[in-house]
């Protein structure tokens, strides 16, 4: 999906709520000018603050990103698969693997760590959702709650989102990670 189309939709959603975009900004942690540059497709968004405003709007980040909706079956082949969302400056870019309706409460990915080679990104993410990873391809640092563990292909983690974390590249190739965001149990 491109970035106009999950801009409109979040726009279009927040409207419809009646909520401004001063509300929703403050509530996902991010400044009033970022949100209005999503809603109009001029920046890519990180999949964390793109969860944090998929909840400020009470939908599942999955209705955000594709909105092709199954409640029994979601088959994706790989040739109809939507294209990357992101880019190199936030550090990575992702693929979301299956829709599911909004209340199945899981979202998997594959997330695609930039090269260390152009890697910019420094600052950790936090959601509110649980987070499973399992290393597809290439390694990576995950830098967690200030800790920093190396994975590499086969390995796997499951931690809180809540707590501060990110994706550091460990070579000039990129790695691959299956990551799964998961609500957690109220």
């Given at each position: ?69 199954d409640?029994t ?21 992702y ?50 709650d ?41």
């Amino acid at each position: 999906m491109d970035l106009n189309k999950i801009g409109q939709k979040i726009k279009g959603l927040r409207l419809r709520q009646k909520k401004t975009q001063q509300q929703i900004a403050e509530e996902c942690g991010i400044s009033k000018s970022m949100l209005s540059k999503i809603e109009n497709g001029q920046t890519a968004s990180a999949v964390a603050t793109l969860s944090k405003i998929s909840e400020a709007l009470n939908v599942t980040l999955s209705w955000l990103l594709d909105d092709k909706v199954d409640d029994t079956l979601v088959l994706q082949k790989r040739s109809n698969r939507k294209s990357k969302v992101g880019d190199a400056h936030m550090g990575y870019s992702y693929e979301l693997l299956a829709n599911r309706s909004q209340f199945s409460g899981i979202e998997p990915t594959i997330v695609h760590v930039t090269p260390k080679n152009m890697n910019m990104r420094t600052e950790t993410y936090t959601h509110t959702q649980d987070e499973f990873i399992f290393i597809l391809e290439g390694s990576i640092y995950l830098l967690y709650d200030g800790e920093n563990y190396y994975m590499e292909k086969g390995d796997s983690a499951y931690f809180e989102g809540s707590k501060p974390h990110l994706f550091v590249p460990v070579t000039d190739e990129e790695a691959q990670v299956l990551a799964c965001f998961i609500d957690r149990a109220v």
